[in-house]
């Protein structure tokens, strides 16, 4: 079996799936525009060939690397980036080699506009919020008033709360509209809710082979747009309103062969033409591991390893090892660089004790998310996450 992995490099713990590849004894080939050089030791490894480009997104020089390894190596059976930021050019390529054991050009549309992705929810029984493409001032002012203020503004094609934006008041979509953006935005009413999401790896069936939850509070767009602590858990097991909407949801896309991160709002209140407290709503899907360090808080917290079980999919179509380890809360507190807080990184490490994971920093491409600190932690029970979350971030006076 000849596997392409896009961009093997990014993030670094994705030399993880290429490692787990090889070691189930799938070729695996390369592309990025990383030099060799900076390729993890055991990335290289991994890779029997690594073909760098100039440029990822330039899509002639991407099509003549493949066109180089079909050549070497014969078809290529998987092209894959597990990253959102490449999903199209995964497509394209699968396309144009007429690789099947993915998405092609032709289908990428349901999975990445977020207008379109509403249909399937619905299809699935799941509700999720009215929305409406961001044309001009007036149709924007008629959705507002429809739907009530705040509403939120956001890409129809984008990566998580990136240039999401609320709006509160007739003033501020006003203000909205003196610079509207260039790319096609989505109107959409708010949602009061906790993100919730369905996280796993399921097979060429559509089969669930692993899942997990995880719970983020506070709100992802507030964490971008306002530096408020960025946090967030996974859940010791799945909640059961959770796994059956994820499951109807997984069915209504038709996803097979690959990782998958639903998101879902549990409501926080009442919500008319939603649903009550507790509900779950839909927000978006994402066709690929959750983003940062989550394949490894769901390691840590569900004594698995998601790396093994991806390649175990890949390459056989099925578990082929067992995972009966405890369960625990594995939390994550991105800390932000201009804060001063009473604790350093190694001091809250060293509270942590034998709770501690991984502390180390987050890439730059993804600190305005995520944070530039990285503490992982793992506990039994919610009060010492909350504790965790309190030490995480209390500032200095």
Known sequence: MNFVFISPNFPEAYRWFCIRLRENGVNVLGVGDASYDELHPDLKRALSEYYRVDSLEDYDQVLRALGYFTGQYGKIDWVESNNEYWLELDAALRTDFNITTGLKSDEIERIKS?????????????????????????????????????????????????????LKSDEDLEAFFQDPPPVPYLMEEFVPGVVTTYDG?????????????????????????????????????VPADVEKAGRAVLASFGVFSRFFHLEFFRLTENKPGLGVKGDIVGLEVNMRPAGGYTPDMLNFGQSVDVYQIWADMVA????????????????YAGRRDENHYVRTLPQLQLECGTHARLFTRMPDALAGTMG??????????????????????????
């Open 114 to 166: 977020k207008q379109a992705m509403k249909a399937y929810y619905h299809k699935a029984g799941v509700p999720c919020a009215r929305c409406a493409p961001v044309t001009d001032r007036e149709a924007g002012l008629a959705f507002a008033h429809e739907v009530g203020y705040p509403i939120i503004v956001k890409p129809d094609n984008g990566v998580g709360a990136i240039a999401t934006w609320k």
């Open 201 to 237: 790896v399921c097979n060429s069936k559509g089969e669930v082979l692993f899942a997990a939850s995880h719970i983020t509070r506070n709100s992802i767009m507030d964490m971008v747009n306002e530096g408020v602590p960025t946090y967030y858990y996974v859940d010791k097991e």
């Open 316 to 331: 056989f179509d099925e578990l082929r090892h067992s995972y009966e380890g405890p369960h625990s809360y594995c939390v």
């Open 372 to 397: 530039n600190q990285v503490a992982i932690a793992c506990f039994d029970t919610l009060e010492e996450v909350d504790s965790f979350v309190r030490d995480a971030f209390e500032l200095a006076e």
